[in-house]
């Protein structure tokens, strides 16, 4: 079986902690790298994050910092600090040692275009944050694009929004970014609202990943304790979503999610819609589709995913 | 006096070349590079435009092809009317034999950057968005550079709309990452700069007058301009104003330009006023100055220094060069 190579961009995060563990233990995805993005907290914090999470799983993947704010946007201290705590891991942290490693001597873009470059095949790109990485890289690397077979993105929504009433956290807080990544060309994969707030693990389904068992799951589980009283609680949701390993998820297995495509433009201006997502549902402007749309998402099979990902990390 | 190293990004276009000329002439910069983008017209034929002017001008670098399109903005016109159809002013040359250097325009600028050692310098004449790519894609870069001046931005009235100036309205994203970067010294040559560094319409005449290759291309751009501006219904008088080459002579010689410190902004939301550059006179934001802007400029200092350069190409001709 061949795998897929996978450059993963993150602002870890809770729950981008299990999108990297989904994308590092599936046979389906050969994982490339990992650059970070500021996002849930600063880009100091979401990279120190990434480090700790990959040496709990005893990741060998370089890692590189990127964007400290967005292209446009002022950075907005702790886009998710309600969700994922001050530190970004709900608090937890500081439970994990210091790392060892440390992020490569070079910028998130320029390691993304190396492993790119390198690559014999295809690639495909997975974010779980702000999208200015990634809209740098194909601002950069124009001879890039044709390299890249798709951008598989959590984030924006065809209805809804969380950080404003229309406009989901990653997209708002890099509007600029994410228009450039929607209009470059490249196939868009986006994982929106639309799916991701039916990818929720339920109390009952907490505990049965936590049947896992091991070092590294029970510290992820057990980040989702603090993290799911906010949507509980606060959001009075049946469950905690965990939107960053949708992305992954549908690389893996596209059967477990259902795609719609539509023509999608970013807000930029709007006063109360900046950096909502803008889904030609009606198909009234007459333009073809860029973007795959995640509409819905087999909850059952997703959560069966993210099981079987926390089994692979044994304590050897 | 050692000679400063200076990237060229530039979208020739009329007053690019006449900024490049000084740039070249002046003798004060080692140029390291030229980088192009598209603007006054498209990436290919500011590129080839760069390349006949460097052989042109006599500059021995590398030219770095950059950005095809503004950053963030689609279907923006080009200067056609202000720059003729390939740029400059309809002057046909013969295709240029030097080649490109093989990465994109921020690469270049980047590994100029790392050789100079701290001492490179930029000169931006174009829109912004190769610059803005090179800082998004190397964070690094601006304690890199010694200073850039950019030839962008209107503190007062505009050209392209009321209020804001062709090349930070063409790529206002890319003026706003400029802007924000955190360069440690950013000279801004807005359009109230050009404007006060106006030429007397006698003086842009002498432009014309000039044997050579350099003269008769320089002779087609001044009567371009003159012409388009007649059809406009402007008066013979009217003063001519060279954006670019007013940005290249405080370059080469900043005791032209008295510059103060302010904080701007580029606005990249607005439909009435997309593009304007908003300087913060009264420090109503709070927030430390980004840009050094020119304040007032030695008008007859610049005028000497234009036709200094210029007439180190050519023998000027008295008023009948017909090469």
């Known amino acids: 079986m061949s795998s897929i190579p996978v450059l993963l961009d993150v602002d870890t995060g809770v729950d981008d902690a299990f999108a990297i563990a989904l994308a590092a233990s599936t046979p389906y995805i050969k994982l490339l790298c990992i650059t970070t993005c500021f996002g849930n907290g600063t880009l100091e914090q979401s990279s120190l994050n990434t480090l700790k999470i990959a040496e709990l799983l005893k990741l060998d993947v370089p890692v590189a910092a990127g964007a400290r704010k967005g292209i446009i946007s002022p950075l907005r201290r702790g886009l998710g600090r309600e969700a994922h705590g001050d530190d970004g891991l709900a608090g937890r942290a500081g439970k994990l040692p210091y ?27 997975a974010s779980t944050g702000p999208l200015t990485n990634i809209a740098t890289l194909l601002l950069a690397h124009p001879e890039l ?77 057990d980040t989702l304790r603090e993290y799911a009283e906010y949507y509980e609680n606060t959001m009075l949701m049946d469950g905690c979503p965990i939107p960053d390993a949708v992305p992954i998820a549908w690389i893996i297995n596209p059967s477990i999610i259902k795609g719609t495509p539509y023509y999608v433009e970013v807000d930029l201006n709007g006063k109360y819609t900046r950096g909502s997502t803008i889904a030609d549902t009606l198909g009234v402007r007459d333009r073809r589709p860029n973007v795959i749309a995640a509409t819905d998402i087999d909850r059952r099979a997703y959560l069966k995913m993210l099981f079987d990902a926390l089994t692979y990390y044994t304590d050897r | 006096m050692e000679k400063r190293p200076l990237i060229i990004d530039c979208d020739p276009g009329i007053d690019d070349a006449q900024a490049i000329m000084m740039l070249a002439a002046s003798g004060a910069f080692d140029i390291m590079g030229i980088t192009t983008l598209d603007g006054s017209c498209s990436l290919q034929q500011t590129s080839v435009n760069a390349l006949f002017l460097s052989e042109l001008y006599g500059i021995r670098t590398e030219t770095a092809i950059g950005a095809s399109r503004p950053m963030v903005r689609s279907g923006m016109p080009y200067a056609e009317e202000t720059n003729g159809s390939n740029g400059l002013a309809g002057y046909s040359y013969e295709r240029p034999e030097m ?34 790519t090179a800082v998004l894609k190397y964070p690094a870069l601006t304690e890199m550079i010694k200073q850039i001046v950019i030839a962008s931005g209107s503190s007062r009235a505009g050209n392209i709309t009321p209020y804001a100036e062709f090349n930070s309205f063409r790529d206002p994203h890319a003026m706003s990452v400029v802007l924000d970067a955190g360069f440690k010294r950013l000279v801004m040559v807005d359009l109230e700069a050009s404007r006060k560094a106006f030429m007397y319409a006698d003086e842009a005449v002498r432009m014309g007058e000039y044997y050579g290759r350099v003269g008769k291309l320089f002779r087609r751009m001044i009567n371009y301009n003159r012409d388009k501006a007649r059809e406009n219904g402007e008066r013979d008088d009217t003063p001519y104003y060279s954006h670019a080459s007013v940005a290249a002579a405080i370059a080469v010689n900043p005791e032209l330009a008295r510059l103060k410190p302010y904080y701007a902004l580029c606005e990249t939301q607005s439909t009435l006023t997309m593009g304007q550059t908003v300087i913060d006179w009264h420090d109503r934001f709070n927030h430390r100055p980004n840009v050094a802007l020119v304040d007032s400029i030695d008008r007859d200092g ?3 220094l234009f036709f200094d350069c210029l007439s180190s190409y050519s023998e000027k001709d008295g008023g009948n060069a017909n090469e």
């Not at chain 1, 490693?101 to 390198?118: C, K, T």
């Not at chain 1, 956290?169 to 450039?180: C, K, T």
């Not at chain 1, 039916?198 to 510290?219: C, H, N, Q």
Request: hydrophobic share 45%; with cysteine.
């Open chain 1, 145 to 221: 694009h044709d390299r890249i077979d798709g951008i598989a993105i959590s984030g924006g929504a065809v209805f809804g929004g969380n950080l404003l009433p229309t406009a989901e956290g990653n997209f708002a807080a890099d509007p600029e970014a994410a228009q450039i990544v929607l209009t470059s060309g490249v196939k868009v994969l986006m994982c929106g609202l639309d799916a991701t707030e039916k990818a929720y693990a339920t109390f009952e389904d907490r505990e049965r990943l936590r049947l896992a068992g091991t070092r590294a799951s029970d510290f992820l589980c």
């Open chain 1, 99 to 125: 790392p060892r490693r440390s992020l490569l001597d070079m910028g998130a873009v320029e390691l993304m275009a190396g492993m790119i470059g390198s690559c014999p095949d295809n690639v495909i790109i």
């Open chain 2, 99 to 132: 080649s490109l250097y093989g990465g994109l325009a921020w690469e270049l600028v980047y590994r100029r950057a790392l050789e100079a050692d701290g001492n490179l310098e930029i000169i931006a004449l174009g829109p912004l968005t190769n610059i803005a």
């Open chain 2, 302 to 304: 610049y005028i000497k």
